[in-house]
């Protein structure tokens, strides 16, 4: 091969490298790169995962809100739990727990 020829194949495959190289640096930190797409698909995840927790929380109350609305015996339970409530001629015992001291 002559030495001309051998001169513009190192020539080109110096270009080629360059051209590649500046490409995946383009294609790796521009604004529409992999790293923000990668940074965007784990924030949609996590966004995702909390639409789910919050879709739930909101079934949840749902249904406690029929319980409120149509249950009298849950509506019971609760005033007798959450305000400490009682029929006329009941008694309440509170029982009192000691805490147990460990020593090492």
Known sequence: MPKSTRKNMNFNYYV?????????????LNDFGL????????????LDEELQRLLAQQND???????????????????????MMVKPGERVYRVKEEKEIIEN
């Open 61 to 83: 109350l749902r249904l406690e809100i029929n319980q409120l609305q149509t249950d009298q015996d849950y509506i019971e339970k609760i005033a007798r739990e959450k305000f």
């Open 35 to 46: 790293i923000t797409y990668f940074k965007l698909k784990n924030k949609h995840n996590t």
């Open 16 to 28: 080629l490298t360059v051209i590649a190289t500046v490409f995946i640096m383009v294609l790796v």
